[in-house]
Structure formats: structure tokens, C-alpha cells
């Protein structure tokens, strides 16, 4: 990563288990940048991907890497699922995107803040910004209950962050 340029930064310790919340996302770039950031600060962690990137030649690669297929056509509580995973280990951490997209959307999923808030385990807010060339940790924040006071403090943590496209990125 040094060698094109970025820099990491950890302004929190990340717990053993936890939920990132990695934004903003608005590019595959993003991916890239995030599994080189995992790999080189030798990051256990998991991630969410849609069921499609799992199929041949891909899915072996995407699991090794930590990837959960996430098959969006089904009803299923995905949130009740991912929380008692946290039971189950004695590390595990989930990295969502709380965009849902790399479109622009200004209302973010809310999946990642309730799986945090049944699985009593606090929220880490990762970021790749652009425009600083840098990727990291940058706050803890633990759910209160109140999910849209939680929401706008996450939102306000990522309003100085610039997207690979900035304008997709909505807070």
C-alpha cells in the first residue's frame, strides 16, 4: 500500500469481536483497497458479498478471503443469522457496507447497527478515504438503542471522508 502512495491508520484497537463499518462505497476499488488493508495488518475479519461473486472461478478465492455469500433474494433474518454467529467464535468480525450499493443512497441500510445491537458487541467505523490516501480505524462506537441518534453520530464520522466518487457518496 505504501508503495502507491497510502497510508493506514488505527485511531481505535479493533476488538475480537466486532462490526466494521466500512464506507464510504462507491467503487470495486474499494474492495481491493479494504482486503489489501486486511491482509497486510494481518486482519481476521469477514466480509458480505453478493452469492453471485461465489460461483467458479471466484468462490473458493472470495471464502479464503473471509467472504460470507449473501443471497438477497431470500427473506430470511439475515441480522438474527450474523448475530449468533458472534456466539460461535472467539473472534469474529463483520465488515458491512451500510450503503448497500456504490450508487448514491442517503439511506443506508441499518442491518449492520442492529446484528451490533442484538449481538452486544460494539460498532467500528473503517473508512477509505481518497482524497487523504488512507485507510484505517477511526472510532468505536457501541449501539445505544437509539439507532437514528447512533446512525447520525456514524454519519457525522464519515462527513470529512472522500469517496473514490464523491459524488455517490451520501450521508
Not at 30 to 37: E, K, S, T, V
Not at 74 to 95: M, N
Not at 130 to 153: E, F, Q, W
Amino acid at each position: 500500500m505504501r508503495h502507491c502512495g497510502w497510508r493506514t491508520e488505527e485511531k481505535v484497537e479493533l476488538p475480537e469481536k466486532c462490526v466494521v463499518c466500512v464506507a464510504p462505497h462507491t467503487s470495486n476499488w474499494d474492495f481491493i483497497w479494504g482486503m489489501l488493508y486486511k491482509v497486510s495488518r494481518k486482519i481476521e475479519a469477514n466480509f458480505f458479498m453478493k452469492k453471485e461473486w461465489f460461483r467458479f472461478p471466484l468462490g473458493g478465492i472470495m471464502r479464503r478471503l473471509g467472504g460470507v455469500p449473501v443471497d438477497r433474494s431470500k427473506k430470511t433474518s439475515l441480522t438474527d443469522q450474523i448475530a449468533e454467529e458472534f456466539g460461535r467464535h472467539r473472534v469474529f468480525r463483520i465488515g458491512v457496507t451500510p450503503e448497500g450499493t456504490r450508487k448514491g443512497n442517503a439511506e443506508w441500510k441499518r442491518g449492520f447497527y442492529f446484528i451490533a445491537l442484538k449481538a452486544k458487541v460494539p460498532i467500528v467505523l473503517a473508512y477509505i478515504d481518497y482524497g487523504r490516501k488512507a485507510i484505517g480505524l477511526g472510532k468505536t462506537v457501541v449501539p445505544s438503542g437509539d439507532c437514528d441518534a447512533d446512525i447520525t453520530v456514524i454519519k457525522e464520522f464519515y462527513s470529512g471522508v472522500t469517496a473514490k466518487y464523491p459524488e455517490k457518496f451520501k450521508i
